[in-house]
């Protein structure tokens, strides 16, 4: 078992045409209880099956059922959670958390693409392959969006939610995603998270604010922190798009 979903275990498998190691998520149908939980699922295989062939997005390869369970056969990522690299080197370089970022970017923007948005975008939730490069993975929370049409539902972890969420209110799935990787850059060169609290309605309130600080002892380039801060700008019509991000001149280096 290489890890627990909501609805059950994902196993390391080998696929017996091509020998390759493929991680398999196994969905027991006892477990999927209510109408949510079915949509839910069927939502995923849907925008799993619409991203193939995307670049540093996780590939779904086939799809197999049987009365107890559903059995989801995908790409496997040798190198673990990019938390727990993080955790190992307390943080990163930044040369590297910008190549990181850069296949973040590259990954997101496929996905808006074909008009999905992640909603859950942490570093549990980027994986690592073989050669070191990130692969999104766990698209349980995401959903199609029409462009320019809010959604409403709050959901995705408490310390990477941007503020309209923790608000309550109607969000852009774009901007939403893009808070998310502010939080994730912050939290690789940093090696901590840009708010911080045991106490939720605490948390909250500082999200709310976006009131946060880069430590002056990461020595960040001032390009890294002015892009940090304009990520986590709490009013998203001034955040930057993905797009943007693009073309941002320390990932068009790289």
Request: hydrophobic share 40%; with cysteine.
């Amino acid at each position: 078992t290489i890890g627990e979903g909501t609805f059950g275990k994902v196993k390391l498998g080998t696929h017996v045409a091509t020998g390759e190691r493929v991680a398999v998520k196994i969905l027991e149908k006892a477990r999927i209880v209510t109408q949510a939980d079915a949509e839910r699922v069927t939502r995923e295989i849907r925008i799993l099956r619409s991203l193939r062939r995307s670049p540093h997005v996780v590939q779904l390869f086939e799809i197999m059922e049987t009365p107890e369970a559903i059995f989801m056969v995908m790409e496997y990522a040798s190198g673990g959670e990019l938390f727990d690299y993080i955790v190992e080197n307390g943080k990163i370089s930044e040369s590297e958390a910008c190549k990181f970022i850069r296949q973040i970017i590259s990954g997101v923007c496929s996905l808006h693409m074909r008009n999905v948005v992640h909603r859950d975008l942490k570093p549990e939730n980027l994986l690592l392959d073989k050669n070191h490069n990130i692969i999104i993975a766990d698209l349980g929370l995401s959903n199609f969006f029409h462009p320019g049409e809010p959604l409403q539902t709050a959901c995705g972890s408490p310390c990477y939610a941007p503020p309209e969420m923790v608000a309550g209110l109607p969000y852009d799935p774009p901007k939403c995603d893009v808070w998310s990787v502010g939080v994730v850059l912050y939290a690789m060169v940093c090696g901590q998270l840009p708010f911080e609290d045991h106490h939720t309605p605490s948390l909250y309130k500082k999200i709310l604010e976006g009131v946060f600080k880069v430590p002056n002892e990461f020595k960040t380039s001032r390009e890294v922190r002015r892009l940090i801060f304009r990520m986590l700008t709490p009013n998203p019509n001034e955040r930057p798009s993905f797009e943007e991000l693009r073309r941002t001149d320390l990932f068009l280096r790289g």
